[in-house]
């Protein structure tokens, strides 16, 4: 009876988690009879409901629903990753301007961490797809002052070359610092020219002077608008940005959207700057990316994961 005790449990923790165990579910409950079936079902209440009147168990729709949805994780995974990066990142925007405020730090995210031929190509890609411009929808899904940072944003073709006028990025930390004491919001015409139109290394630099100059992080400073945090990390430490959606992705209670960073960040980023972000990771949260996974997911979809998170070691 401890055997299939061990079995309940095993099969119990293959049903929960980021993504459905696929290995457990096979190798155990493939060879289970008909009692071992009835004792899961009686010592799974969080998966099944008992009918007193009728006599039976059945299955709790809500936690059906989650099983087909964990179990999708690794196939969508695997769909994103053998995607053209042009036309993942226009089926991302669409679903994130579908998602509405929610979804404003992705379109946030793949316009600020992209290049400018990266992005460009998404929005090609988005023609192809859609039938519209990224710019047209963002216009007509965004509402209120977001809608001029984000459709900058989505607009821009940034210089990539090396060159960075000093002066003038020690002018702009100082644009930003009197913007900022004076309430800066994500409308401010000053600060959505410096944010969407300037280089990353440009802007680095005015990150840079801020710090020389006022003595705390441009990023710290935006602490209270998540969007212009995102942008800012996005454009000058990317390595935190993404570190950051990777760890409220495998935090308890996630929202759905929340939890799909997860697979997103690690697939755009797998060939990119994977190292740079597991070195964040663990400077942040105080433990290894890799662990983390190991611990919050589950089956071919935690296996997956690992095998990307790994490719550039």
């Known amino acids: 009876m401890a055997d299939v005790s061990h079995e309940l449990q095993a099969v119990t923790k293959a049903f929960s988690g980021l993504g459905v165990d696929e290995k457990s579910l096979i190798s155990i409950a493939g060879k289970w009879q008909h009692d071992h079936k009835n004792s899961f079902r009686k010592a799974s209440p969080s998966h099944f409901l008992a009918d007193k009147e009728r006599h039976f168990e059945k299955w709790n729709e809500q936690q059906v629903e989650l099983i087909k949805h964990e179990a999708l994780r690794f196939k969508s995974a695997l769909v994103l990753w053998t995607m053209h990066p042009w036309e993942r990142d226009a089926r991302l925007l669409k679903e994130a301007l579908i998602k509405g405020p929610e979804g404003y730090n992705l379109v946030i995210e793949i316009a600020c961490s992209r290049s400018s031929e990266e992005l460009l190509g998404a929005r090609k890609a988005y023609h192809s797809l859609f039938d519209s411009s990224v710019e047209e929808d963002v216009a007509s899904h965004v509402d209120g002052h977001k809608r001029k940072l984000l459709l900058a944003l989505v607009s821009a073709y940034r210089y990539e070359g090396s060159r960075v006028h000093d002066g003038n990025a020690k002018s702009e930390a100082e644009v930003l610092h009197r913007a900022i004491n004076n309430n800066i919001s994500d409308d401010d015409e000053e600060l959505v020219r410096i944010l969407c139109t300037r280089s990353k290394l440009h802007i680095s630099a005015v990150f840079k002077h801020y710090k020389q100059l006022f003595g705390k992080d441009l990023s710290e ?17 990317p390595e935190v940005y993404f570190s950051e959606v990777l760890d409220a992705a495998m935090r308890e209670g996630a929202t759905d959207f929340t ?3 997860l697979t997103r960040v690690i697939v755009s980023q797998a060939d990119g700057n994977m190292e740079e972000i597991k070195a964040a990771y663990h400077n942040l949260f105080g433990a290894h990316l890799s662990h983390k996974i190991e611990e919050t997911c589950l089956g071919n979809f935690k296996d997956f994961l690992l095998t990307l998170v790994a490719r550039g070691e």
């Open 221 to 237: 400073e935006f602490h209270g608008n998540l969007s212009l945090k995102a942008a800012l990390e996005c454009l000058v430490i």
């Open 259 to 261: 939890q799909e960073g």
